[in-house]
């Protein structure tokens, strides 16, 4: 019998209602009482890692997640990490950068209401989970919730309060469970016989995100350039700049640059990606600057993929490269 992981985090999952509303306070062994029919299938052990409200969750806890695994995985089968809901993405995506080449997989889940409730759908969730990563032809991290199979790099949380609420961005889903049944729609990745993962140990938190509205300045972007090492320009459409390679943002854009700090731009668009080359605002800006496109990536996916890059290197080419190179499908030019 295959053996799991359990790692508990917090989240709605493990929530109950208090005085000032809803915070993680069930244990990991209470919320495995409430799927007891997992043992016909494998053996669970648990720990209790962190009990967080995922929104404060960062990249100091997914290399605490990280370390769990690494620490645990010659002893295991496979994992699965209760999480909460709001930043989960971020942290399926950061765990595909920390946790590379994974013949075990490496399962995030969670759910919209409390395991304690009656009209949860923690239960299900939490059993799917368990039945995919006991699975012998199941690697890598992927998120598993309402059925679908989700690479850690592609899922995106689209629903605040609906069962399914995460979509698989730009790419197919791996897999769906229906009534307890595994059905895969792409073919497992092989890993030799005792083939081991690379695990990373670094992450650099100071990413700055700016998303561009008509009308919007380039102050912000000149007032913060000490704090940060990296930003990530979410703009409009297929991709560009007010003012093209000679506007405010342009020049903004120059000073960060010559003080070795690392720019990477995408969309603002949920799905189908950025072409900078398309328009003369974006292509003005590709052509002058030696920014970074993610192309059709997830933000949640560029934004830890940056932490992680920065932390390895600093080194313009080193980063540029890293950046691009392809992780468990999060980059497709």
């Known amino acids: 019998m295959r053996r799991i992981l359990m790692i508990a985090t917090g ?64 002893r295991y089968h496979g994992f699965v990490v209760t999480h909460g809901t709001d930043t989960m993405a971020y942290t399926a995506a950061a765990l595909s950068y920390l946790i590379q080449d994974s013949p075990k997989p490496i399962v995030i889940t969670g759910s919209q209401k409390s395991i304690c409730l009656n009209d949860t759908d923690a239960r299900r969730n939490l059993f799917q989970s368990f039945l995919y990563a006991a699975d012998p032809d199941s690697h890598d991290v992927s998120l598993v919730f309402d059925g679908k199979v989700i690479l850690g790099t592609r899922a995106r949380k689209e629903r605040t309060k609906s069962y399914n609420a995460f979509s698989s961005v730009d790419y197919p889903e791996v897999a769906v469970i229906r009534e307890r049944k595994l059905i895969r729609y792409l073919t497992p990745r092989s890993y030799a016989y005792g083939a081991e993962p690379r695990f990373y140990h670094c992450l650099e938190p100071r990413v700055l995100l700016l998303t561009l509205i008509p009308g919007m300045g380039a102050q912000a972007l000149e ?20 003012g093209g390679g000679e506007g405010p943002f342009a020049q903004a854009m120059e ?79």
């Open 11 to 74: 989240g709605t999952i493990a929530s109950r209602e208090g005085v000032c509303g809803l915070s993680p306070a069930i244990t990991s062994e209470e919320i495995l009482q409430h799927v007891p029919e997992v043992a016909d299938f494998c053996q669970v052990d648990a720990i209790q890692l962190m009990n967080l409200d995922s929104t404060n969750i960062g990249p100091e806890h997914w290399l605490r997640i990280s370390r769990a695994i690494e620490e645990n995985y010659p």
């Open 223 to 242: 007032k913060l350039e000490e704090y940060y090492q990296g930003v990530i320009f979410q703009s409009f459409g297929v991709g560009g700049l007010p």
């Open 255 to 333: 000073r960060w640059l010559n003080h070795g700090k690392t720019i990477v731009m995408m969309t603002q668009v949920p799905y189908e990606g950025s072409d900078m080359t398309l328009y003369q605002v974006g292509r003005q800006v590709k052509e002058q600057f030696p920014v970074i496109e993610a192309y059709n990536m997830t933000l949640e996916a560029a934004a830890a993929k940056l932490m992680w890059v920065l932390g390895e290197s600093s080194r313009p080419e080193e980063i540029r490269r890293l950046f691009c190179r392809s992780v468990q499908c999060d980059i497709i030019q």
